[in-house]
């Protein structure tokens, strides 16, 4: 955990060799830094709550939660560090290697590495030294902001042999300083995955602003269509792309830019295709806001911005099903029933296409084959993870009631294979899904991506007003 003193660090094999003369200067020389300390952000109290309920759950107990390390990309590049989920729920720092430690009275204590020392040039030789990669926060600066108690890293080394129970995935190196059981260790992971499932105000202010980000980004690409016919799915990806990382931190997770027979690849992300006009295009995507709750919208367009009789055929059939599924979103209905008010209506309509014979057959438990054309489930939870709280119990969350505080994805789709045997061959390559993010109130639902036409008719609109 601790530091290499800049002498034992080899340099890169590109980089020139740094004389003594050098580096001794390179610690001389530079002004105090101003030690005005930030306001504290406005999560901070919501964070306290959460830190308050967890440590009330395990009394008397050690309880870490690592952030999480840099993952080598090639060599000595890193990915972009993004914090553990359940680190960022319960601290909000931003960096890597950082551990939450809360004791066994309730007490957090947020142990993460310093802003550089210039007295020693390691600012300048470390590769993620400030010179390198800009300054890091001060420790007096992080508790400000955050309201936790911030101690240099190294001081975890104290904690070494408690016994603890640990957030295990994240951190090995942190986690070996703790004794932890598996058993125990899995617990901690359920019952944060659990909390998280109700979204407290600030958390739904956070999903909202990254939908509303999303939506813009479906703007721009809405605009960008023609573009992207001359070049390919790409440049989809690449104009949504950048409206998550001007509005927010990044994308949620890879963009699905699927264009033709591409839409009935699930999570298509090659992004490498044609865009055809006449054929429609399936986007699937999400901008990760600043604090790292993630929007997760699909929308389903014709490429040229008018639907032929067949598309809008299968479209208004998922439309239909989305507007059931969405009916049955409120406190007290199982996670389920969404689900299973959507295939109820795509089973009918594949009925009435002439696909399956009987819907009502094909509905039952045992049975299910409409599932060759609906490929998944309807829902899943949204939060910090674009898949959030996986570690929730399935009568929890599966098994479990929708409870206001919820938030929720609503994604019933429909999908012809190109090679399909099975269905008419007008059908054959056509995908399409139409995905909104909803939170459960006290007497229902909100969509809030509902400002993004879904209605067919709405779709050919909006997107003429775009041209
Ligand atoms: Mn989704």
Known sequence: MTEETPQEKPAASHDPKRPAKLLEFMSTGWADRSADLPAEGAAAPFRAERRRRLAEQFPGEVLVIPSGRLKVRSNDTDYPFRPGSDFA????????????????????????????????????TDRNGELWVGPRPSLDAVTAELGITARPLEELEKLQGTAARVLQGYDEAAAAFF??????DKELATWLSEARLVKDEWEVAQLQEAVNATIKGFEDVARALPQAVETSERWAEGVFGLRARVEGNDVGYGSICAAGSHACTLHWTDNDGPVVPGELILLDM???????????????LPVNGTWTPRQREVYE???R??????AECKP?????????AAMRVLAEGLEAMGIVESA?????????????????GVSHMLGLDVHDCAHARDEVYRD??????????????LYFQPDDLLVPEDLRGIGVRIEDDVLITEDGYRNLSAALPRDPDAVETWMASLR
Do not use: C
């Not at 729920?89 to 290697?97: K, T």
């Not at 099903?321 to 969405?326: D, G, I, K, V, Y």
């Not at 929708?402 to 929720?408: D, E, I, M």
């Open 89 to 124: 729920w319960l601290a909000g720092s931003f960096e890597p290697d950082a551990v939450l430690v809360i004791d066994a009275d309730g007490t957090a204590t947020l142990f993460q590495a310093p802003s550089w020392d210039r007295t020693t040039p390691a600012f300048f």
């Open 179 to 184: 004794e932890s059981s598996e058993q125990a």
């Open 286 to 300: 999400g901008v990760e806001g600043n604090e790292l709750y993630t929007a997760d919208v699909t929308r389903t």
């Open 317 to 319: 059939l998922v439309y």
């Open 321 to 326: 099903s989305q507007e059931a599924a969405l």
């Open 332 to 340: 007290g209905n199982s996670f389920l029933d969404p689900h299973k």
């Open 360 to 376: 009502q057959e094909v509905l039952a438990d045992d049975d299910k084959r409409y599932s060759r054309w609906t490929l998944h």
């Open 400 to 413: 479990g009631p929708l409870l206001p505080g919820y938030v929720l994805t609503v994604e019933p789709g």
